[in-house]
């Protein structure tokens, strides 16, 4: 028994140690929130899947103009995020008829855009061990 | 980029010729054509003097103008004229007199750009030395082109925005039309065409989608829908029958490729490809017909109207190719050069078998506009400017009358206003500018419609100049 609470806590030890170890979290500070209503729609994306499917998602009820969330990454690496504000809550980002947006948006390192999302290499960053931070302003 | 900002500060210098060398610059208060593309002050206001002849008593009314007044910022100069800030002109018609007014339309283009002391956005034609990011068309909005007025208020409108919503009497900008969901931002083109039941038909084109808008008299949107264009066509303007919309496509398609450093950069010509026309039915918003013209290019059209075998009629100035876009409107921003209007005034037959044929009519010229109660239905006459002065063409002789100012002189478009009760197709006047520039100020002239060669019935000075316009409306008091 003894032996066995022993072992539980050696495994819980060495899994708290390598969770130390790596922490590919970013913390992503969002600023310009316009309205407190809606949801802040949140997405971490690889630079193969830059267009495809997230690797992280995070949706969070807005009840501030700036805010702070975390999402967690699979690994350290380089990605980028792709976010807006979900003012209507109906889940998907409103554009108009030829698909521009009308609901405010944002990426990461605020990479500017033209007619379009930006290229993942102006949004792209990396995320480390440690972690990284990120500070999407709205538009 | 700053090589190219230097040769064009040098070709500016220089000029085009030795002549134009001793013409230094802008400020200079040269009297040339280059008045017209100077910023005038923040605001305006004024009182025309009467110069010869009478206004008619009959003619009271607001005639508002548009056009791009702002040519520089922090020593830089705006590259291409569709992409100067608009500015509002009224000539409040009244009583004998005549008071002018002219505003910049507050939008979110010239904010930003006030507030950063620079120019700021890639627009139609004009990529500034430090552009910004383009998050929607709203953003290079310069709300420069034309005049609706609609609701008691005015809308500045631009090639592909949202319009802009002016008071009528103050001119401030009371902000952008909201149309709402899906149609927030959606382009809007600078020439909706007003029927004789008041309802507003307009299209707007962002690449090869095209909006189709229905708006009731008073704005409110009656139907929209969205077309996909067999080509991703630079298309200005428009024409409705009783039953259709004309959409006329010249092969100056979106195919450029590389990396535009504004709208028209993303257009190239092709001499080797048809002007595509679509016919569109107004109730179902699907295409009925599609006709194919030689390469043309074009701006503006006049009118449109079927007769009974389906036989669609229309006329428009054709050029020869897009050169005013890529290069005329950069040199008359640039000051290097002001040629004279290439268009030829052509009446185009679209019988019902999708065939096509052209005539073209005397003389070059620009600007068309005809009587607004015959938008749609049989016109006869069209009238525009030319080189110097103004002309009616006669559609069905082939004629033009023709009035010149006589040298120093940039005419704008003349506006046809009806006289109240008429049923005469040219009983009415026509309302239109001049700049003068030889004697430095732009003059208000008031024409018989029946009469173009006589002159104008009145004539009056501003005691200013105001830059060059595009397009205006008069509403009758
Ligand atoms: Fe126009």
């Given at each position: 028994m003894k032996y066995r609470e022993i072992l539980f806590i050696a495994a819980a030890a060495a899994l708290a140690a390598s969770s130390a170890a790596a922490d590919p979290t970013v913390k992503v500070t969002v600023v310009g929130l316009k309205a407190n209503q809606g949801f802040m729609m949140i997405a971490l994306h690889s630079e193969q899947a830059w267009s495809g499917a997230a690797v992280a998602k995070i949706k969070v009820a807005v009840t501030a103009a700036a805010m702070t969330v975390t999402l967690a990454a699979p690994a350290p690496g380089r990605y980028g995020i792709k976010m807006f504000h979900d003012v209507n809550g109906d889940g998907e980002m409103a554009?108009?008829?030829?698909?521009?947006?009308t609901e405010p948006f944002g990426f990461s390192n605020d990479a500017p855009v033209r007619f379009g999302p930006p290229s993942f290499a102006d949004a792209g960053f990396d995320i480390g061990p440690n972690g990284a931070a990120q500070t999407i302003t709205l538009r | 980029?700053?090589?190219?900002?230097?040769?064009?500060?040098?070709?500016?210098?220089?000029?085009?010729?030795?002549?134009?060398?001793?013409?230094?610059?802008?400020?200079?208060?040269?009297?040339?054509?280059?008045?017209?593309?100077?910023?005038?002050?923040?605001?305006?206001?004024?009182?025309?003097?009467?110069?010869e002849g009478r206004l008619p008593p009959e003619l009271q009314g607001n005639f508002y103008r548009v056009g791009p007044a702002q040519f520089e910022r922090a020593?830089?100069?705006?590259?291409?004229?569709?992409?100067?800030?608009?500015?509002?002109?009224r000539f409040a018609i009244g009583d004998g007199s005549v008071r002018h007014k002219g505003r910049f339309v507050s939008t979110?283009?010239?904010r930003s750009e006030?507030?950063?002391?620079?120019?700021?956005?890639?627009?139609?034609?004009?990529?500034?030395?430090a552009a910004a990011e383009l998050r929607r068309v709203d953003d290079i909005n310069a709300a420069n082109t034309s005049i609706l007025p609609i609701a008691g208020e005015v809308w500045a409108l631009w090639e592909g925005g949202s319009p802009w919503r002016v008071d009528a009497q103050t001119l401030d900008t009371r902000g952008r039309q909201a149309f709402t969901g899906p149609l927030d931002g959606a382009p809007f083109s600078a020439h909706p065409k007003r029927g004789p039941d008041g309802d507003v038909w307009n299209f707007g084109v962002l690449g090869r989608s095209c909006v189709i808008w229905h708006l009731a008299p008073d704005g409110a949107v009656r139907k929209t829908k969205l077309i996909e264009l067999p080509a991703a066509s630079l298309m200005h303007d428009f024409a409705v029958t009783a039953k259709y919309l004309v959409l006329l496509l010249p092969p100056m398609h979106g195919d450029a490729g590389g990396e535009p450093k504004s709208l028209v950069d993303r257009y190239r010509w092709h001499a080797d490809r048809p002007l595509q026309v679509l016919v569109l039915d107004k109730d179902t918003l699907t295409i009925q017909r599609r006709h194919e013209l030689p390469a043309r290019f074009l701006y503006h059209l006049s009118n449109a109207w079927e007769d009974a075998s389906g036989t669609i009629?229309?006329?428009?100035?054709?050029?020869?190719?897009?050169?005013?876009?890529?290069?005329?409107?950069?040199?008359?921003?640039?000051?290097?050069?002001?040629?004279?209007?290439?268009?030829?005034?052509?009446?185009?037959?679209?019988?019902?078998?999708?065939?096509?044929?052209?005539?073209?009519?005397?003389?070059?010229?620009?600007?068309p506009r005809m009587n607004p109660r015959r938008v749609g239905s049989q016109h006869r006459y069209t009238y525009g400017v030319i080189a110097n002065g103004i002309a009616r063409w006669d559609l069905a002789t082939g004629k033009y009358d023709t009035f010149s100012y006589g040298p120093d002189t940039w005419s704008e478009e003349p506006v046809f206003t009806p006289r109240q009760g008429a049923t005469d197709e040219t009983d009415g006047w026509l309302t239109t500018t001049v700049l003068n520039y030889g004697l430095g100020r732009t003059e208000l002239a008031v024409f018989d419609a029946r009469r173009v060669s006589d002159g104008p019935v009145a004539r009056l000075a501003c005691p200013y100049a105001l830059p060059l316009g595009f397009h205006g409306d008069f509403v009758a008091a």
């Open positions: 554009t108009n008829i030829v698909g521009f947006p | 980029m700053t090589a190219l900002t230097r040769r064009e500060i040098g070709a500016l210098v220089l000029g085009a010729g030795v002549a134009a060398a001793a013409s230094s610059a802008w400020a200079k208060t040269v009297a040339d054509w280059r008045l017209g593309f100077k910023t005038p002050p923040e605001t305006l206001d004024g009182d025309l003097k009467l110069l020593g830089e100069r705006l590259g291409h004229w569709f992409d100067g800030d608009g500015m509002v002109q979110d283009k010239r006030q507030t950063a002391g620079r120019f700021l956005h890639s627009g139609y034609g004009f990529g500034p030395k009629r229309l006329d428009a100035f054709l050029s020869d190719d897009a050169t005013f876009a890529v290069k005329t409107a950069r040199d008359l921003a640039l000051g290097r050069a002001n040629p004279d209007p290439t268009g030829r005034l052509t009446a185009i037959t679209l019988p019902p078998d999708g065939g096509a044929t052209l005539d073209v009519l005397p003389g070059t010229g620009e600007f």
